[in-house]
């Protein structure tokens, strides 16, 4: 299968499927109450339906389904199957709100079928801290716990339009690249797919007023295990430790600077809920993006200026990487990036406003007063509306 073909089937066919199937997808949610309501944890204003996860999922299976006539992506049967576990379970729980231990059980069962029939886990550290290969005992729980963590804080950054598939499209886009360069055919096919099926849903999601949808759990917890296999398919097989290795790159510094917002992100909020005497597990407006939110920037503003935050950390391990800087440095490098784009950024703007309160609401006012043209984001509107 040449490099253009491995690319653009997957890429259109996913697109496309997705693009097809996302009105009648809408007209469902509407007909059958199948939506997300406002509440005061949220923010939207009005009742939006929420089952894109179902049209992202098979938009993914179309592209793969084609790809498969021209390379054999037996390889992904496992991971496909933990996939489509993940959105049925998400998309009950966007439907009749299923218990949170399910959930979890869910998530630990999807982790297990990867480690024990897809064999994929996180089990080498690759020289980080002078560790290479991790026995089974270390490897099982450290790859249980870090996968439903990367999971969830995905889940998580959920919270403005066009976050989570603008975050997951820039993450599957560096994973394809790697892939590309290994030679992976499978796991390229995979990532180019989802980047695919994820674009038309983010123009609705961004822009559409009628077609506006949101991805639900269904979509999150679906791309979050996709996601979280990439991570342990470039920990787990020999050829990415080479290929790192050889260039001088940490797989493990690289990996956590990909993740650094949600997974960071994550861990700020929860600490300071337990830290507040609040449950961890119970929502709020503290999340990085609802801070831009509150500041006045738009949803897409929010959502580009998170994701640039996640990719500043990714360019920052690249400047260590240049600068000869040793696996373990390249780690605290981006563990102390990661810090700053999360808890630096929120809290030095909750010092601020406490502060100067009066010059931040006049920076709010004029933010308001000053907001660039809506004509682009009208057209925008109205196209998506139209297909």
């Not at 049209?55 to 199957?81: E, P, Q, W």
């Not at 933010?367 to 682009?376: D, G, L, T, V, Y």
């Amino acid at each position: 299968m040449s490099p253009i073909s491995a690319t653009l089937v997957p890429f259109l066919v996913s697109m496309l499927s997705v693009a097809v199937i996302h009105p009648a997808l809408v007209r469902f949610a509407r007909a059958k109450n199948i939506v997300d309501n406002p509440n005061t944890r949220k923010l939207q204003l009005a009742p939006v339906p929420v089952l894109g996860g179902i049209g992202v999922f098979f938009g993914i299976t179309m592209g793969l389904v084609c790809a498969c006539v021209l390379v054999d992506c037996s390889s992904l049967f496992v991971l496909f199957g933990c996939m489509l576990l993940m959105m049925y379970v998400g998309a009950m729980d966007d439907v009749l709100d299923i218990s949170p231990l399910l959930r979890l059980a869910s998530q630990i069962l999807a982790v297990l079928a990867l480690i024990y029939a897809g064999g994929l886990s996180l089990d080498d550290f690759h020289g980080l801290w002078g560790v290479g290969h991790l026995p089974t005992a270390v490897s099982l729980p450290l790859t249980v716990v870090a996968v439903v963590g990367i999971i969830n804080s995905m889940n998580l950054i959920d919270g403005v339009d066009g976050l989570f598939a603008i975050f997951t499209i820039s993450v599957c886009a560096i994973f394809a690249s790697v892939f590309f360069m290994a030679g992976d055919v499978p796991f390229y096919v995979l990532a180019v797919a989802s980047i695919g099926a994820l674009i038309p849903f983010l123009l609705h999601n961004a822009f559409g007023k009628r077609s506006k949808m949101f991805v639900g759990d269904g979509g999150t917890l679906l791309m979050g295990v996709a996601v979280s296999a990439f991570v342990m398919r470039l920990d787990s097989y020999p050829v990415y430790g080479e290929m790192f290795a050889s260039r001088g790159m940490g797989i493990v510094p690289f990996l956590l600077a990909l993740l650094a917002v949600p997974v960071f992100d994550t861990l700020r909020v929860m600490i300071a809920r337990i830290i507040r005497g609040g449950s961890p597990l119970v929502g709020d407006k503290t999340h990085l993006h609802h801070m831009f939110i509150w500041l006045g920037v738009s949803h897409v503003g929010t959502a580009v200026s998170v994701v640039s935050l996640n990719l500043l950390v990714v360019l920052v391990w690249w400047v260590s990487v240049l600068c000869g800087a040793s696996v373990d440095v390249q780690f605290y490098v981006v563990v102390a990036s990661a810090i700053a784009v999360t808890c630096g950024v929120y809290y030095s703007v909750r010092l601020i406003c406490r502060l100067w309160p009066d010059d931040v609401n006049r920076f709010r006012a004029w933010k308001e007063r000053h907001k660039p043209s809506r004509r682009a984001f009208e057209f925008m509107r109205r196209l998506m509306d139209s297909i």
